[in-house]
């Protein structure tokens, strides 16, 4: 029995997984589980992850494993070759670190979820919407800024010349600008390793706008 | 030099490095940041943490860990007895992954941050923004509640018979639900395991309103 990753072409999450996959040279049969259409409130989609959200990957046991930062751990502590966290646990608390600043602090308050609850609850237009979604999507990455640039463990990577953790976190949150229209010229080392992650073909071939159930004239 | 914890009395992020720090037997010296009054913002405390939030802990060597987790997990490493994770993968990717419900997908949602911009940004009044913050902080003890009750990992805690980093995201959480008077009979399984969890000192005297810095009538 092979992996499967369910997930959705445009979920951050999922591409986090699914770079970290790449990087690693695993195989994951993909299972689409369609976020705009409400596909993940379904009985099936429950019995694999109760709360309702992308990814969860499940292991060869039958297993299911979800939220996509417990499930790259586990895919380092499994196959740790090649390396997505240092060996040292400063180089580790700093790399976990700069990774959740964008999947506590920035990601989570852009979903669909989110999105939905603004307008039918709050009945924000969408210039509201716009407005929050860019803002709460440029306080991460200006976070991420703020270290990047002045620490000295920053690299050609977030930590060092090899991608990292940090380095899929960081990538997803910038197509979350993309997605929102967000400013990004103010932060000039996240963008200059946004660009280097973008020439590993595993940071790729795991963009959303290449997976088979992204549409092919997308509107955001 | 001792290790200092930068956090607020009111911060459930502080709440859980208190917690993992007294499980372990450390100290720290306790450096007090206002959330409220906006200390966070100052000089001062951006050299230590450039994104503005609590908590950091500023370890022995004079380096800050930032977020959390991060934080928790470097504790982890470097102090392994009691451990707060499990030994196998697959139950670390559970513990952590519950853990992340809570710290993703639940907490920063409710911060003051996000308190102050449905307030000033989109002019939402008491009465929405405390149903916001009862929704968001439900989903996640919701999600928890849906795991716990049917996984057979589930013990006296959340993954057997021993405290680890999900019991102590899940307390926090249900710190939450007391903030927003938000209803918890519906989660049996959480609020089994939040007692558990409050008969331990070091769940009892990390909580909120047991800190230096709390204030004597408190309130939310």
Redesign the interface.
């Known amino acids: 029995m092979t992996m499967k990753l369910y997930g959705f072409w445009r979920s951050l999450a999922t591409y986090r997984v699914r770079v970290a996959l790449a990087l690693k040279g695993l195989e994951a049969e993909q299972q689409y589980v369609n976020l705009l259409q409400g596909a993940q409130h379904g009985d099936d989609y429950k019995a694999v992850n ?2 309702s ?1 992308v990814p969860a990957l499940v ?1 060869d046991d039958g ?1 299911p ?3 996509s ?3 790259v ?2 895919l380092e ?2 196959w740790p070759v090649p390396p997505l966290l240092p060996k040292d ?2 180089g ?3 790399v ?2 700069l ?3 964008v ?3 920035g ?3 852009i979903v669909p979820r ?1 999105r939905n ?2 307008e039918r ?2 009945h ?1 237009d969408e210039a ?1 919407r716009n ?2 979604l860019q ?1 709460w999507t440029l306080k991460a990455l200006e ?1 991420l800024e ?2 990047l640039a ?1 620490e000295r463990e920053t690299g050609r990577f977030c930590h060092g010349n090899a991608p990292t953790l940090a380095d899929i976190c960081l990538a997803g949150q910038v197509f979350a600008a993309g997605y929102f229209n967000a400013e990004t010229t103010a932060m000039p080392t996240v963008m200059r390793i946004f660009d280097e992650c973008m020439k590993i073909d595993a940071f790729d071939r795991a963009q959303p706008l290449k997976q088979p159930d992204a549409p092919k004239n997308p509107t955001h």
Request: hydrophobic share 45%; glycine share 2%; net charge positive.
């Open positions: 109760p709360q959200v292991i297993s494993l979800f939220q930062l417990a499930i751990e586990y502590e499994t646990p400063l580790r608390a700093r976990r670190g990774s959740l600043i999947a506590c602090d990601h989570p308050l989110i609850y603004l609850e709050m924000q509201a407005r929050w803002h976070a703020a270290h002045k």
